[in-house]
Nanobody, 123 residues
Framework: VQLQASGGGSVKAGESLTLSCAAP???????IGWFRQAPGKEREFVGV???????YYADSVEGRFTITRDNAKNTVSLQMRSLQPEDTAVYYCAAGSTGILSTMRNQNSYSYWGQGTQVTVSS
């Protein structure tokens, strides 16, 4: 399974940005998660579309970020609204075929990772 994340860029605080993750080898029953890593910090969980069914988000992005899936295109999007400077990070998408919802915050629940895409939010 090869994942390709795209859509990163530079925006101002309050603006929106949508990232896309192409996942041609991952069926709709796979879980696709998003993580991010800010400079000097560990990679952290952002959200997941669990087995093509439910979505689950980190508290820091709940209500601002939305994960959707286009099964026809085998892509998963991360729609980000009201971006803040603290959202600045390299964003990664990841895919996993197993795991219960409560474990999907854990990076070890994912078997495949895409390369990161940079998101920079200026104040």
């Amino acid at each position: 399974v090869q994942l390709q994340a795209s859509g990163g860029g530079s925006v101002k605080a309050g603006e929106s940005l949508t990232l896309s993750c192409a996942a041609p080898g991952a069926t709709s029953s796979w879980s696709i998660g998003w993580f991010r890593q800010a400079p000097g910090k560990e990679r952290e969980f952002v959200g997941v579309r669990w087995r093509g069914q439910r979505t689950y988000y980190a508290d820091s992005v709940e209500g601002r970020f939305t994960i959707t899936r286009d099964n026809a295109k085998n892509t998963v999007s991360l729609q980000m609204r009201s971006l803040q400077p603290e959202d600045t990070a390299v964003y990664y998408c990841a895919a996993g075929s197993t795991g219960i919802l409560s474990t999907m915050r854990n990076q070890n629940s994912y078997s495949y990772w895409g390369q990161g895409t940079q998101v920079t939010v200026s104040s």
